[in-house]
Protein backbone atom coordinates (compact mmCIF):
# COMPACT_ATOMS: atom_id res chain seq x y z
CA UNK A 1 0.00 0.00 0.00
CA UNK A 2 1.56 3.48 -0.74
CA UNK A 3 2.03 5.61 1.84
CA UNK A 4 2.37 9.71 1.01
CA UNK A 5 4.80 10.25 3.86
CA UNK A 6 5.48 13.57 4.99
CA UNK A 7 2.96 16.07 3.30
CA UNK A 8 4.47 20.23 2.29
CA UNK A 9 1.46 22.79 1.32
CA UNK A 10 3.15 24.68 -1.50
CA UNK A 11 1.25 28.08 -1.90
CA UNK A 12 -0.08 30.36 1.32
CA UNK A 13 -3.76 31.88 -0.34
CA UNK A 14 -7.14 30.71 0.89
CA UNK A 15 -7.07 27.46 -0.65
CA UNK A 16 -3.54 26.67 0.30
CA UNK A 17 -4.83 27.31 3.61
CA UNK A 18 -7.76 25.46 3.51
CA UNK A 19 -6.42 22.25 1.96
CA UNK A 20 -3.41 22.51 4.79
CA UNK A 21 -6.55 22.45 7.61
CA UNK A 22 -7.79 19.61 6.04
CA UNK A 23 -4.44 17.37 6.03
CA UNK A 24 -2.44 18.88 9.40
CA UNK A 25 -5.97 17.57 10.77
CA UNK A 26 -5.32 14.23 10.08
CA UNK A 27 -1.50 13.80 10.16
CA UNK A 28 -0.58 16.20 12.78
CA UNK A 29 2.52 17.82 10.89
CA UNK A 30 2.87 19.58 7.59
CA UNK A 31 5.92 21.24 5.60
CA UNK A 32 4.62 24.66 4.64
CA UNK A 33 6.60 26.78 2.04
CA UNK A 34 5.28 30.49 1.73
CA UNK A 35 7.12 33.16 -0.16
CA UNK A 36 7.34 35.70 2.15
CA UNK A 37 9.24 35.81 5.96
CA UNK A 38 7.18 38.36 7.01
CA UNK A 39 4.19 36.47 6.24
CA UNK A 40 5.28 33.74 8.38
CA UNK A 41 6.40 35.54 10.73
CA UNK A 42 2.95 37.50 11.67
CA UNK A 43 1.18 33.42 10.79
CA UNK A 44 3.43 32.32 13.59
CA UNK A 45 2.54 35.04 15.95
CA UNK A 46 -0.91 34.74 15.12
CA UNK A 47 -2.00 31.18 15.21
CA UNK A 48 -3.75 32.18 11.88
CA UNK A 49 -3.09 33.09 8.41
CA UNK A 50 -2.64 36.77 8.35
CA UNK A 51 -4.12 37.41 4.83
CA UNK A 52 -6.78 34.14 4.06
CA UNK A 53 -9.06 32.57 6.10
CA UNK A 54 -8.36 34.47 9.02
CA UNK A 55 -10.88 32.28 11.25
CA UNK A 56 -9.00 29.16 10.74
CA UNK A 57 -6.66 28.38 13.74
CA UNK A 58 -3.81 25.99 13.45
CA UNK A 59 -1.32 24.04 15.73
CA UNK A 60 2.04 25.90 15.43
CA UNK A 61 3.89 23.10 16.91
CA UNK A 62 2.49 20.46 13.93
CA UNK A 63 3.93 23.17 11.02
CA UNK A 64 7.15 23.52 9.57
CA UNK A 65 7.08 26.73 7.67
CA UNK A 66 10.20 28.07 5.16
CA UNK A 67 10.43 30.46 3.00
CA UNK A 68 12.90 28.51 1.08
CA UNK A 69 11.30 26.28 -1.22
CA UNK A 70 14.18 23.95 -1.39
CA UNK A 71 14.24 22.98 1.65
CA UNK A 72 10.56 22.21 1.79
CA UNK A 73 11.08 19.57 -1.24
CA UNK A 74 14.17 18.18 0.34
CA UNK A 75 12.71 17.14 3.33
CA UNK A 76 8.82 16.08 2.42
CA UNK A 77 7.90 13.00 0.10
CA UNK A 78 4.32 14.78 -1.29
CA UNK A 79 4.56 18.15 -2.64
CA UNK A 80 0.70 19.76 -2.98
CA UNK A 81 0.84 22.77 -4.98
CA UNK A 82 -1.58 25.27 -4.23
CA UNK A 83 0.05 28.60 -5.59
CA UNK A 84 -1.81 31.07 -8.68
CA UNK A 85 -1.15 29.45 -11.78
CA UNK A 86 0.66 32.78 -13.41
CA UNK A 87 3.37 32.63 -10.26
CA UNK A 88 3.94 28.89 -10.39
CA UNK A 89 7.13 29.32 -13.05
CA UNK A 90 8.66 31.85 -10.81
CA UNK A 91 8.30 29.60 -7.70
CA UNK A 92 9.66 27.04 -9.66
CA UNK A 93 13.06 27.95 -10.60
CA UNK A 94 14.26 28.67 -7.25
CA UNK A 95 14.20 25.26 -7.25
CA UNK A 96 17.99 23.35 -7.49
CA UNK A 97 16.13 19.82 -5.37
CA UNK A 98 14.73 17.53 -7.78
CA UNK A 99 11.04 16.86 -7.48
CA UNK A 100 10.91 13.71 -10.13
CA UNK A 101 10.97 11.08 -6.96
CA UNK A 102 8.19 13.43 -5.51
CA UNK A 103 4.51 12.28 -5.39
CA UNK A 104 3.59 15.72 -7.07
CA UNK A 105 -0.44 16.76 -6.42
CA UNK A 106 -1.84 19.90 -7.87
CA UNK A 107 -4.61 21.56 -6.70
CA UNK A 108 -3.84 24.91 -9.08
CA UNK A 109 -7.10 25.46 -10.41
CA UNK A 110 -5.57 27.03 -13.66
CA UNK A 111 -3.22 26.74 -16.44
CA UNK A 112 0.59 28.26 -16.74
CA UNK A 113 0.60 31.07 -18.71
CA UNK A 114 2.95 31.17 -21.69
CA UNK A 115 3.72 27.56 -21.80
CA UNK A 116 -0.21 26.70 -22.24
CA UNK A 117 -0.16 23.56 -20.21
CA UNK A 118 -1.93 22.48 -17.74
CA UNK A 119 0.06 22.29 -14.24
CA UNK A 120 0.29 18.11 -14.70
CA UNK A 121 2.01 18.19 -17.82
CA UNK A 122 4.30 21.01 -17.05
CA UNK A 123 5.65 19.03 -14.04
CA UNK A 124 5.92 16.28 -16.74
CA UNK A 125 7.59 18.08 -19.24
CA UNK A 126 9.88 20.57 -17.52
CA UNK A 127 10.69 18.53 -14.25
CA UNK A 128 10.13 15.30 -15.50
CA UNK A 129 7.83 14.15 -12.83
CA UNK A 130 6.44 10.83 -14.54
CA UNK A 131 2.81 10.75 -14.61
CA UNK A 132 2.08 7.73 -12.16
CA UNK A 133 3.96 10.74 -9.70
CA UNK A 134 1.61 13.26 -10.49
CA UNK A 135 -2.10 13.79 -9.43
CA UNK A 136 -4.21 16.45 -8.96
CA UNK A 137 -7.64 17.61 -6.34
CA UNK A 138 -10.67 18.56 -8.25
CA UNK A 139 -14.21 19.49 -7.48
CA UNK A 140 -16.48 21.91 -6.33
CA UNK A 141 -14.44 23.27 -3.34
CA UNK A 142 -14.44 26.81 -2.47
CA UNK A 143 -11.97 27.03 0.20
CA UNK A 144 -14.47 29.74 2.25
CA UNK A 145 -16.64 26.45 3.18
CA UNK A 146 -14.02 23.32 3.73
CA UNK A 147 -12.83 26.11 6.28
CA UNK A 148 -16.41 26.76 7.94
CA UNK A 149 -16.40 22.31 7.55
CA UNK A 150 -19.09 22.22 5.19
CA UNK A 151 -19.85 19.26 3.31
CA UNK A 152 -17.82 18.97 0.42
CA UNK A 153 -16.92 16.33 -2.21
CA UNK A 154 -13.32 16.33 -3.72
CA UNK A 155 -12.05 14.25 -6.42
CA UNK A 156 -8.21 13.20 -6.38
CA UNK A 157 -6.86 12.44 -9.98
CA UNK A 158 -4.04 10.07 -10.84
CA UNK A 159 -3.32 7.40 -13.63
CA UNK A 160 -1.74 5.36 -10.43
CA UNK A 161 -4.96 4.70 -8.58
CA UNK A 162 -2.92 3.37 -5.44
CA UNK A 163 -1.64 6.84 -5.05
CA UNK A 164 -4.63 8.57 -5.58
CA UNK A 165 -6.47 6.41 -3.57
CA UNK A 166 -3.79 6.68 -0.47
CA UNK A 167 -3.88 10.44 -0.68
CA UNK A 168 -7.94 10.41 -1.01
CA UNK A 169 -8.35 8.16 2.01
CA UNK A 170 -5.77 10.38 4.16
CA UNK A 171 -7.74 13.69 3.55
CA UNK A 172 -11.39 12.28 3.80
CA UNK A 173 -13.18 13.01 7.08
CA UNK A 174 -16.97 14.13 8.58
CA UNK A 175 -17.31 16.99 6.31
CA UNK A 176 -14.70 15.96 3.31
CA UNK A 177 -16.32 13.27 0.94
CA UNK A 178 -13.33 11.82 -1.66
CA UNK A 179 -13.38 9.62 -4.76
CA UNK A 180 -10.53 8.60 -7.50
CA UNK A 181 -10.26 9.21 -11.01
CA UNK A 182 -7.49 8.16 -13.62
CA UNK A 183 -8.52 11.40 -15.75
CA UNK A 184 -6.01 13.73 -14.62
CA UNK A 185 -5.42 15.62 -17.62
CA UNK A 186 -9.56 16.28 -17.61
CA UNK A 187 -9.89 17.31 -14.85
CA UNK A 188 -7.49 20.19 -15.25
CA UNK A 189 -8.59 21.60 -18.21
CA UNK A 190 -12.29 21.63 -16.43
CA UNK A 191 -11.01 23.07 -13.57
CA UNK A 192 -9.77 25.93 -16.16
CA UNK A 193 -12.69 26.14 -18.15
CA UNK A 194 -15.44 26.63 -15.19
CA UNK A 195 -13.44 29.72 -13.98
CA UNK A 196 -14.19 30.96 -18.10
CA UNK A 197 -17.49 30.20 -17.60
CA UNK A 198 -17.80 32.08 -14.12
CA UNK A 199 -16.62 34.87 -15.44
CA UNK A 200 -19.40 34.67 -18.37
CA UNK A 201 -21.91 34.14 -15.87
CA UNK A 202 -20.50 37.08 -13.89
CA UNK A 203 -20.59 38.97 -16.73
CA UNK A 204 -24.27 38.39 -17.38
CA UNK A 205 -25.22 38.95 -13.75
CA UNK A 206 -23.63 42.24 -14.27
CA UNK A 207 -25.37 43.25 -17.01
CA UNK A 208 -28.73 42.13 -15.59
CA UNK A 209 -29.59 38.44 -17.45
CA UNK A 210 -31.69 36.60 -14.80
CA UNK A 211 -31.66 33.16 -13.36
CA UNK A 212 -33.74 31.79 -16.41
CA UNK A 213 -30.86 32.52 -18.75
CA UNK A 214 -28.04 31.63 -16.29
CA UNK A 215 -29.36 27.96 -16.65
CA UNK A 216 -29.19 28.38 -20.34
CA UNK A 217 -25.51 29.87 -20.03
CA UNK A 218 -24.38 26.80 -17.60
CA UNK A 219 -26.28 24.44 -20.03
CA UNK A 220 -24.58 25.36 -22.68
CA UNK A 221 -21.26 25.96 -21.17
CA UNK A 222 -21.23 22.08 -19.86
CA UNK A 223 -21.69 21.02 -23.30
CA UNK A 224 -19.13 23.51 -24.53
CA UNK A 225 -16.77 21.64 -21.96
CA UNK A 226 -17.37 18.39 -22.82
CA UNK A 227 -16.99 19.19 -26.83
CA UNK A 228 -13.47 20.90 -25.35
CA UNK A 229 -12.42 17.69 -23.38
CA UNK A 230 -13.21 15.18 -26.14
CA UNK A 231 -11.12 16.52 -28.44
CA UNK A 232 -7.84 17.32 -25.82
CA UNK A 233 -8.48 13.47 -24.19
CA UNK A 234 -10.66 11.50 -26.15
CA UNK A 235 -11.78 8.95 -22.91
CA UNK A 236 -15.23 7.74 -21.64
CA UNK A 237 -16.07 10.31 -19.18
CA UNK A 238 -19.39 11.18 -17.33
CA UNK A 239 -19.38 15.13 -17.70
CA UNK A 240 -22.03 15.05 -15.15
CA UNK A 241 -20.12 13.97 -12.11
CA UNK A 242 -19.63 16.37 -9.39
CA UNK A 243 -15.74 16.86 -10.62
CA UNK A 244 -16.97 18.23 -13.88
CA UNK A 245 -20.13 19.90 -13.83
CA UNK A 246 -20.33 20.38 -10.19
CA UNK A 247 -17.51 22.75 -9.77
CA UNK A 248 -18.44 24.12 -12.77
CA UNK A 249 -21.94 25.23 -11.37
CA UNK A 250 -20.73 26.05 -7.72
CA UNK A 251 -18.26 28.46 -9.66
CA UNK A 252 -20.83 30.03 -11.48
CA UNK A 253 -23.14 30.88 -9.06
CA UNK A 254 -21.84 31.08 -5.93
CA UNK A 255 -21.30 34.47 -3.87
CA UNK A 256 -17.58 32.78 -2.86
CA UNK A 257 -16.35 32.93 -6.57
CA UNK A 258 -13.80 35.75 -7.54
CA UNK A 259 -14.16 34.65 -11.27
CA UNK A 260 -17.85 35.14 -11.01
CA UNK A 261 -17.24 38.38 -9.24
CA UNK A 262 -14.53 39.48 -11.55
CA UNK A 263 -17.04 38.87 -14.12
CA UNK A 264 -19.63 40.74 -12.35
CA UNK A 265 -17.90 43.64 -12.26
CA UNK A 266 -16.47 43.86 -15.78
CA UNK A 267 -20.69 43.69 -16.41
CA UNK A 268 -20.95 46.66 -14.43
CA UNK A 269 -18.71 48.83 -16.70
CA UNK A 270 -15.25 48.19 -14.70
CA UNK A 271 -12.28 48.07 -17.12
CA UNK A 272 -10.01 44.90 -16.70
CA UNK A 273 -7.76 46.31 -14.58
CA UNK A 274 -9.99 48.74 -12.59
CA UNK A 275 -11.98 44.87 -11.85
CA UNK A 276 -8.46 43.58 -10.63
CA UNK A 277 -7.34 46.14 -8.42
CA UNK A 278 -9.94 46.44 -6.44
CA UNK A 279 -10.86 42.63 -6.18
CA UNK A 280 -7.16 42.28 -4.96
CA UNK A 281 -7.63 38.47 -5.29
CA UNK A 282 -6.23 36.47 -8.42
CA UNK A 283 -9.13 35.43 -11.05
CA UNK A 284 -8.13 32.77 -12.37
CA UNK A 285 -9.96 32.52 -15.53
CA UNK A 286 -8.26 36.09 -16.96
CA UNK A 287 -5.16 33.93 -17.50
CA UNK A 288 -7.35 30.71 -18.60
CA UNK A 289 -9.46 32.89 -20.76
CA UNK A 290 -6.41 33.40 -23.15
CA UNK A 291 -4.55 30.22 -22.65
CA UNK A 292 -7.63 28.27 -24.00
CA UNK A 293 -8.51 30.47 -26.47
CA UNK A 294 -4.68 30.21 -27.71
CA UNK A 295 -5.19 26.13 -27.26
CA UNK A 296 -8.11 26.19 -29.09
CA UNK A 297 -6.32 27.90 -32.24
CA UNK A 298 -4.97 24.42 -32.49
CA UNK A 299 -7.80 22.36 -31.87
CA UNK A 300 -10.82 23.99 -33.71
CA UNK A 301 -13.44 23.47 -31.33
CA UNK A 302 -16.55 25.37 -31.69
CA UNK A 303 -16.42 27.39 -28.33
CA UNK A 304 -18.69 30.33 -28.46
CA UNK A 305 -18.78 31.69 -24.49
CA UNK A 306 -14.80 30.61 -24.46
CA UNK A 307 -14.49 32.91 -27.90
CA UNK A 308 -16.96 35.90 -26.14
CA UNK A 309 -15.65 36.33 -22.38
CA UNK A 310 -11.29 36.73 -25.04
CA UNK A 311 -13.41 39.43 -27.10
CA UNK A 312 -14.83 41.09 -24.00
CA UNK A 313 -11.40 40.79 -22.07
CA UNK A 314 -8.80 40.93 -24.61
CA UNK A 315 -10.39 42.70 -27.26
CA UNK A 316 -12.54 44.62 -25.58
CA UNK A 317 -15.28 44.40 -27.12
CA UNK A 318 -18.40 45.40 -25.52
CA UNK A 319 -20.04 43.17 -22.89
CA UNK A 320 -23.43 44.28 -24.08
CA UNK A 321 -22.95 43.93 -27.98
CA UNK A 322 -20.50 40.51 -27.41
CA UNK A 323 -23.27 38.86 -24.89
CA UNK A 324 -25.97 39.73 -27.10
CA UNK A 325 -24.27 38.01 -30.15
CA UNK A 326 -23.83 35.14 -27.83
CA UNK A 327 -27.58 34.91 -26.43
CA UNK A 328 -28.38 34.72 -30.33
CA UNK A 329 -26.27 31.72 -30.76
CA UNK A 330 -28.21 29.49 -27.84
CA UNK A 331 -31.28 27.31 -28.09
Given at each position: MFDCGKIAIIGGGSWATAI????????????????????????????????????????????????DINKIVDNYDTLVFVTPSPYLKNHLKKLKTRIKDKFVITAIKGIVPDENLVCSEYFHQVYDVPHENLACIGGPSHAEEVALERLSYLTIGCVNTEKAKAFADLI???????????DVIGIEYSSV??????????????????????????????????????????????????VYMGDLLVTGYSNFSRNRTFGSMIGKGYSVKSAQIEMEMI?????????????????????PILDAVYNILYERISPQIEIKLLTDSFR
Open positions: AKIVVGHTHHIGWYMRRDDRIEDFRRLGHNPAYLVSVRFNMDEIDFSSASDYIKTKTSTLKNVYAIAAGICSGLKYGDNFQSVLMSNAVQEMNRFMNVVHPIERAIIDSAEGYFGTKCMKEINRHMHVNM
